[in-house]
């Protein structure tokens, strides 16, 4: 049993130096490249400036949110209807949110 585990060992061994062995032989593949061009700058910073915009949206969002936490705590009498329109948003929400 023992030497049928060694034997299955310097086989698997063997595969993977001869696997290595012939991906080092073959010649690399050079990536594409693109020359940049004016236009593809444009594209890339104006993808870039979309993509901040939305972050800074989000992120103005998150603090109004705080904000309006913070404020509701800060008043901590509510009126009966208030709670009962809290519970029900709350519980429209997915459990995971």
Same mark, same amino acid.
């Given at each position: ?10 086989? @698997?061994?063997? /595969? !993977? ?5 012939? *991906? #080092?032989?073959?010649?690399? =593949? ?23 915009? @939305?972050?800074? /949206? !989000? ?5 109004? *949110? #705080?904000?309006?936490?913070? =404020? ?26």
């Amino acid at each position: 049993m023992r030497s049928r585990r060694k034997n299955q060992f310097k086989q @698997a061994l063997d /595969a !993977k130096r001869e696997a290595l062995a012939t *991906a #080092a032989k073959q010649p690399k =593949q050079e990536p594409e490249w693109e020359p940049e061009t004016p236009e593809l700058r444009a594209e890339v910073l104006s993808d870039r400036l979309t993509e901040r915009d @939305a972050e800074l /949206a !989000k992120e103005q969002e998150r603090r109004r *949110a #705080a904000e309006r936490k913070v =404020q509701d705590l800060a008043n901590p009498r509510r009126t009966l209807g208030e709670l009962i329109r809290m519970s029900k948003r709350r519980s429209r929400r997915a459990p995971w949110k």
